[in-house]
């Protein structure tokens, strides 16, 4: 179970724009992200919303996302950033990396990144990350949802292969080393170096998948994503660019 006392203490270490890290703790939500659109919560930004359990948890093109109460870990890290300065598909690569590189501080689970940001354990789906954003003049507020299996039983109905954490996990470090990891590459300065995390951390990187891009079937090798944050394929002596984050992934 989370301590909020020791969390709160990580997250006040934190600093961004000269302002500590809120924390905002609800039993039960319909989803952390929902906080996206509150006038009130936006005020208390840069925030981490966290909840025990979401009742309407979701992730990409509205799938539903498993959130249980004592089973999950779900939480939302919420900031303004200027869209000027912050490249919004970067954040999505970004995301995986910090969470990726969070949970490996804390546990010895070998996982691997997922298109575009899943992550994968045993080759199935461990954590999810999904992006919102809500934009006012040059200012963009954002809320990154992080949902993570810590216990969801076997027995439960998922639509999807699932997996959980492994071993004893310390939450609370997890959740402040992926904010603090955030904040410290969001001004592009590492970005080659977290594409490069990105790629060689890849499930299915180098082999051969099927993209299903709105309908269109694609097969090649994968080769990773490029600076633009596109996924890239062999197909033959042709290499394809794939840039719609909704598109699904599979190895052949």
């Not at 575009?116 to 999904?130: E, F």
């Not at 969001?186 to 060689?200: A, G, R």
Request: overall charge positive; glycine content about 4%; aromatic content about 10%.
């Amino acid at each position: 179970m989370l301590n909020l006392e020791v969390l709160k203490t990580y997250l006040n270490s934190i600093s961004y724009n000269n302002n500590h890290l809120n924390l905002f703790f609800k039993n039960h939500v319909s989803s952390t992200n929902d906080y996206l659109g509150y006038k009130y919560a936006r005020d208390l930004f840069p925030l981490v919303v966290l909840a025990n359990s979401q009742r309407a948890s979701r992730g990409r093109r509205n799938k539903k996302w498993v959130s249980l109460n004592q089973n999950s870990l779900s939480f939302s890290f919420c900031l303004r950033v200027d869209s000027n300065i912050v490249d919004l598909r970067y954040l999505h690569y970004l995301s995986c990396v910090c969470l990726y590189e969070s949970i490996l501080c804390v546990s010895n689970n070998h996982l691997k990144i997922k298109w575009p940001n899943d992550l994968y354990l045993n080759n199935k789906k461990v954590s999810g990350i999904l992006i919102e954003s809500l934009s006012k003049n040059k200012e963009v507020h954002l809320a990154i949802g992080v949902g993570i299996n810590i216990k969801i039983p076997e027995s439960y109905s998922i639509d999807q292969p699932y997996s959980n954490l492994l071993g004893d996990v310390d939450l609370e470090k997890l959740i402040y080393h992926f904010c603090n990891n955030i904040i410290a590459n969001l001004d592009l300065k590492s970005k080659c170096e977290i594409i490069t995390k990105y790629n060689t951390n890849l499930y299915g990187y180098k082999k051969q998948v099927e993209i299903n891009d709105n309908g269109n079937t694609l097969t090649g090798k994968l080769l990773g994503i490029n600076s633009n944050g596109e996924l890239m394929i062999q197909n033959n002596e042709k290499k394809i660019c794939i840039n719609n984050i909704n598109s699904t992934m599979k190895l052949l």
